[in-house]
């Protein structure tokens, strides 16, 4: 019998599946239960793990009630993250929430404050913490490397959140098309739009890299696209006390990065007062110059330690351990990232520069 008992709630973000699979392939772990009011989303997990019947719901409470997980897998639309982590609290369950963090910073006080009174672990999970390359630019950064970190510049996103399922799976583009009317990706009530979607990668990657520091204020730009209503491409600078950082995002890349990486790279460059380096998504190497070899030099990716290879696994032997979360995972590095993400996306509405928002 597995130590750990998981659910899967709601399959709104496509990242479920990647968690689940996580959680399948996990020693200690099982699929407990899955829940999502329209059990068609939930047909693709069912036949990949071999979840039976009695354990996919469509009715939250019976699910938490049957399941009596330990950790909840939440990947509800970004805008029902708050209330969702509020019901999961009241079964006393630790919570991961898949990135975004919320849909406000309200509403991420809410997750906090909910999950406090559980007594309950909060975890919010950025995929990019467990890029080989970004966590070995990280450990340069830290080892002074490149001198003190002056400049963050993260620039990323894919073709659309529509373009492929679980595992990466690709979907045609007239397929997307016809999805885009319905989809909360594309819905400013639910949360859509890639500012809201990618922003928060560098925001809260862009709070670790810089060890907690917060911007002073932040300008953003987003693009206007007739006939949808949110953003598909936006520029934001963040100014610190250190100087100038650029975060942007972008849905309709050339290609995804996952597969192919585009132009602009996505990824993230780091320039210090001695130094720099470029740390590409999912690459085998980043790239450093510093002020004792100034020519660009490959430093290879360094694999990621057992017991932190992946999110599932982290959370799990944090939780085995009594470990607290760090990193990005951290809701007080993510509510720093989110504080940004809110603050860019009222600057871009009232086309200002807006002081970092409270």
């Known amino acids: 019998m597995a130590r750990y008992r998981i659910v899967g709630i709601s399959f709104d973000h496509m990242h479920m599946g990647d968690l689940l699979r996580l959680v399948h392939d996990h020693p200690d772990a099982e699929i407990a239960g899955i829940f999502d009011p329209d059990p068609e989303r939930m047909a693709g997990a069912i036949a990949t793990f071999g979840i039976p019947p009695e354990?996919?719901?469509?009715?939250?409470?019976?699910?938490?009630?049957?399941?009596?997980?330990?950790?909840?897998?939440?990947?509800?639309?970004?805008?029902d993250h708050a209330l969702y982590t509020e019901r999961l609290a009241?079964?006393?369950?630790?919570?991961?929430?898949?990135?975004?963090?919320?849909?406000?910073?309200?509403d991420a006080r809410r997750m906090q404050a909910a999950m406090a009174r559980a007594g309950k672990m909060l975890v919010i999970n950025w995929p990019l913490a467990w890029v080989d390359s970004h966590v070995t630019a990280k450990r340069l950064i830290d080892?002074?490397?490149?001198?003190?970190?002056?400049?963050?510049?993260?620039?990323?996103?894919n073709r659309g959140p529509?373009?492929?399922?679980?595992?990466?799976?690709?979907?045609?583009p007239d397929e997307v098309e016809r999805q885009k009317p319905g989809s909360w990706w594309y819905k400013a009530a639910s949360g859509g739009g890639s500012l809201l979607d990618y922003l928060g990668y560098g925001a809260t990657?862009?709070?670790?890299?810089?060890?907690?520091?917060?911007?002073?204020?932040?300008?953003?730009?987003?693009?206007?696209?007739?006939?949808?209503?949110?953003?598909?491409?936006?520029?934001?600078?963040?100014?610190?006390?250190?100087g100038l950082s650029r975060m942007e995002t972008r849905w309709g890349t050339f290609t995804d990065p996952?597969?192919?990486?585009?132009?602009?790279?996505?990824?993230?460059?780091?320039?210090?007062t001695d130094g720099?380096?470029?740390?590409?998504?999912?690459?085998?190497?980043?790239?450093?110059?510093?002020?004792?070899?100034p020519e660009p030099t490959p430093v290879p990716a360094e694999p990621l330690p057992e017991g932190r290879r992946n999110a599932i696994e982290y959370v799990l032997h944090c939780m085995t351990t009594g470990e607290a979360i760090t990193g990005p995972l951290d809701p007080a590095t993510s509510l720093i990232g989110q504080r940004i993400v809110d603050t860019a996306a009222q600057s871009a509405?009232?086309?200002?520069?807006?002081?970092?928002?409270?």
């Open 55 to 79: 354990r996919v719901f469509t009715d939250f409470d019976a699910c938490m009630q049957a399941a009596k997980p330990d950790l909840a897998i939440l990947c509800a639309a970004t805008a």
């Open 90 to 106: 009241a079964y006393g369950t630790n919570v991961f929430v898949e990135k975004p963090f919320a849909g406000s910073v309200t």
């Open 143 to 157: 080892d002074g490397v490149i001198g003190d970190l002056l400049e963050v510049h993260f620039y990323d996103g």
């Open 162 to 172: 529509l373009y492929h399922l679980a595992d990466k799976v690709e979907v045609t």
């Open 205 to 242: 990657l862009g709070t670790w890299f810089m060890n907690g520091e917060a911007p002073i204020e932040v300008t953003s730009v987003i693009d206007e696209t007739p006939g949808i209503e949110v953003d598909q491409h936006s520029i934001t600078i963040c100014r610190y006390k250190r």
């Open 258 to 272: 996952w597969m192919i990486q585009p132009q602009p790279t996505c990824g993230f460059t780091f320039v210090g």
């Open 276 to 293: 720099t380096i470029a740390s590409p998504d999912y690459a085998s190497h980043i790239t450093v110059q510093t002020r004792a070899r």
């Open 349 to 358: 509405r009232e086309k200002r520069t807006l002081g970092l928002l409270p």
